[in-house]
Structure formats: C-alpha cells, structure tokens
C-alpha cells in the first residue's frame, strides 16, 4: 500500500475527493524517488486509486515494470463532509457552530465514512491486488486514512485515533506480508523519508 506523493493545495483546503487535485512539482519528484527504489522488486501488478495523484504516483513504477496501471475505486479517499472546507486546528470550518453537529461521534467518526466500511472496501482491494500478483509483488497506491485505517483493523487496533500521529507520511510504504491467503504481517518504509500528517499537501 503505497501513499501518494505530496499534492499542490496552495489554499489548504481538505480536499478529499474533489478531481484536479494533482502532485505538486516536489510529490513528482517522490513519486520517482518510489518507482526507483521498486525497480528491483517483483512487482507484476500496479493499481492505484482513481483520483489523480494516486494514478501520477502509480505511473513511474507501472512504466518501469511495463505493466498497465489499473484502476480500483475500493482504494479511492474516504468521504467526508468538510471537504473543500480549511479544516486546521483553529481554522475556518472547526470553529463554526454549524458544523459542530458533524463532530458528535469520532469513534465512527460522524463527519465521514465510517471506518469499518474503510477498512473492508480497503482489504477488499488488497485481496484482488494479492490474487492478480499471487507469488509475486502488488503495488496499490491509496491515501493516507484509508491505509491507516486498514493497517489498524488488520493489526487488531482501534481504528479510532489521533490523526496527527498517523505512521502513513507522504510516498510512504505499508506492505502487507501475507502466506498464501493469511495476512502475516505489516512493514512499513519511508523511500523518500518522514513527513508531518498536518502539513497542507499532505
């Protein structure tokens, strides 16, 4: 499960899954940075998000292995209800009482998909990129709750959480080791390094 590169958000917003939300110059970059230390691995499937800065991030690495980039819509952003809005800790949206009423659950979390549904969608996608790679490497470029969100459920873990201390930075790899059709375990790497969940782009 790989995140996708850094996003050009000049206005901060939450941008969700609003199209035309495209890498940055510098996510670009990442996005190379990933297809090059791949370039090695056995890697026979490529599948990405429909949204347009998982599909740039997928591209170098389906070009470098000569495979098709595929499309799964199970790996696309979770929905939520504040997107397009400026959502930072005391910013725009947060502090107006009219969206107080979207905050009333975060176990679920009541301003979005709920996170059960994120995680099943998610392994659902993980299964058919496992069964299309099966012997060999699958790289499924998502976002950054959703594989959160599925690291979480798979690890046994409340998948209620502090957003800030998500491990899923920018360009980042959380790979699901699995023995047949068993899930083993997580590794998860940094190619192109740390980055902070509160930076806007990210």
Not at 177 to 195: C, I, Q
């Amino acid at each position: 499960m790989l995140r996708h590169g850094e996003v050009h958000n000049p206005t901060g917003i939450l941008y969700g899954r609003i199209p035309g939300f495209k890498l940055s110059e510098r996510g670009q970059k990442q996005a190379l940075t990933v297809a090059e230390t791949l370039a090695e691995n056995d890697i026979v499937h490529v599948v990405a998000s429909p949204l347009d800065r998982a599909q740039q991030t997928a591209s170098p690495i389906a070009s470098s292995h000569r495979l098709d980039l595929a499309t799964d819509p199970d790996l696309i952003e979770a929905d939520n209800q504040f997107e397009g809005l400026r959502v930072s800790v005391g910013d725009g949206a947060l502090r107006s009482p009219k969206h107080w009423p979207k905050l009333i659950n975060p176990f679920k979390p009541s301003w979005g998909e709920p996170y059960i549904e994120i995680a099943h969608r998610m392994l659902a996608a993980a299964q058919r990129a496992r069964a299309a790679a099966e012997g060999h490497e699958a790289v499924c470029v998502s976002h950054q709750l959703p594989i959160w969100t599925l690291r979480l459920y798979l690890e046994g873990k409340r998948m209620w959480h502090d957003p800030r201390r998500r491990e899923c930075s920018l360009a980042s790899l959380t790979s699901l080791v699995f023995e047949d059709e068993r899930f083993v375990k997580v590794v998860y790497s940094e190619p192109v390094g740390a980055t902070n969940p509160r930076v806007t782009g990210a």
